[in-house]
């Protein structure tokens, strides 16, 4: 029995050496980890990686009568090294959200109980109260042996609390990582607790190096999201600032007809083209989801504007009774504008356009139809990159998708899908 548990904590320490090398190996070389967090990680990491070396050492000198003054030394800064990562949970946890170690009573509380600690860990192999090595090598424990893992009990136990009382400064991604290495080494240690046996410790620690290399992962792949966001905003900024020349050039010169011929239409398209302008520069800065109605009445103002320039030879229709959720800035203007460009030809038949919002049980529906020539999707030229770009922002904003249809009867059928917002 002896045998089999010693190969099977060797195996464990394997285990946890593999995964605290990866996770160091993780947290120095990935990019886009900031700098806090990757010192933090290498030093998690390192601190693993050192104790199951000196763990793996100390089974190996158990072996050696002569040796049990070495023995009982490595064991100490063994055990010194693997409480460290205890406190550490704290620190990363206060750092999360927001807290100064300095104020915060719970790393007070903490470090109060590592010092405990350390003080009954000293006294440990300086007494035999605690445990004493007989001359074959065998741990015997004391009756005060299981003081000495309560205090690690207690910090464990008031981090559990903590996450619990800050869950709502903390995001679900971080709560549910924190639950996950939290309470299997919690549970470890109160078993060691009981029944005095560093297996079911290494067991905890295995599955708490495994979830903070998960915490790594989640953060690259949280910085790649905010990545491809960051981008597809530069992208509709930049689609803003290259607003077609001849259309601000023609819609100027439509003006300044107008004010001699039709001066209250100069005045209405003045004010249709300000609204067009202002919102399209609102655009840039917006980061979030904004009200659908906003981004129709960005889209009329533009509409209205080229019908003023187009006169009879284009006609919309708004089918819009649902406007009550949310979109990424963005979205039906510059659709509405690729039908426009696309499909306006004053020698043809006039340019139809329907905008159409629908209601449905997983989310809204925005429905853009237009009759002119149709959409080639082989085009790789703009405006046709604004649509890709829209949905990227529908994927990344809201989980959104957009469907580019031919029409019956002729034309391009745009569906946008957005599904409802989870809280």
Excluded at 281 to 293: L, V
Excluded at 312 to 329: A, G, S
Excluded at 361 to 369: K, Q, R
Aim: proline fraction near 5%; charge should be neutral.
């Amino acid at each position: 029995m002896i045998d089999w548990w010693l190969s099977f904590g060797l195996f464990l320490c394997g285990a946890l050496l593999v995964l605290a090398l990866l996770g160091l190996g993780v947290s120095v070389f990935t990019p886009g980890i900031d700098r806090w967090r990757r010192r933090f990680f290498v030093l998690l990491f390192v601190i693993l990686t050192l104790s199951v070396l000196l763990t793996v050492l100390d089974a190996v000198l158990s072996t050696r009568p002569d040796m049990l003054q070495t023995e009982k030394a490595i064991w100490y800064f063994s055990s010194l090294l693997i409480a460290f990562p205890m406190p550490m949970l704290t620190v990363y946890l206060l750092h999360t959200t927001g807290e100064r170690l300095k104020t915060s009573l719970l790393f007070k509380s903490v470090l109060a109980l590592w010092a405990v600690y350390f003080i009954l860990l000293t006294l440990s192999v300086s007494t035999d109260f605690f445990f004493h090595i007989e001359a074959d090598n065998r741990f015997v424990y004391g009756s005060w042996y299981p003081l000495l893992p309560l205090p690690q009990d207690l910090i464990m136990l008031l981090n559990l609390a903590g996450v619990i009382r800050r869950r709502k400064k903390l995001s679900r991604k971080h709560y549910f990582a924190f639950f996950v290495f939290l309470i299997p080494l919690t549970v470890t240690l109160l078993i060691h607790t009981l029944f005095m046996n560093l297996i079911f410790v290494l067991f905890g620690i295995i599955l708490f190096a495994f979830s903070m290399f998960g915490i790594i992962l989640l953060d690259q792949n949280e910085q790649y999201l905010r990545q491809q966001r960051e981008i597809a905003r530069q992208q509709a900024s930049i689609m803003v600032l290259q607003m077609r020349p001849h259309f601000i050039y023609n819609t100027m010169t439509s003006i300044y007809y107008l004010c001699d011929q039709d001066p209250k239409k100069a005045q209405q398209v003045t004010r249709d083209f300000t609204t067009y302008l202002r919102k399209n520069f609102t655009a840039i800065s917006s980061e979030h989801m904004i009200p659908f109605s906003e981004e129709l009445e960005h889209t009329r103002a533009y509409l209205a504007v080229e019908q003023a320039q187009f006169e009879d030879h284009l006609f919309v229709d708004y089918e819009t009774p649902h406007t009550l959720f949310r979109v990424p800035p963005l979205t039906l203007q510059p659709i509405v504008e690729n039908a426009v460009k696309h499909g306006m030809d004053p020698d043809a038949e006039p340019l139809r356009i329907s905008i159409r919002t629908l209601q449905t049980d997983t989310g809204s529906e925005i429905i853009v139809e237009d009759n002119g020539p149709g959409y080639e999707p082989a085009d790789d030229q703009e405006p046709h990159i604004a649509l890709k770009n829209i949905r990227q922002r529908l994927e990344m904003m809201c989980r959104g998708s957009m469907m580019i249809l031919p029409r019956e009867g002729g034309g391009t059928l745009v569906r946008v899908i957005l599904p409802d917002a989870r809280p």
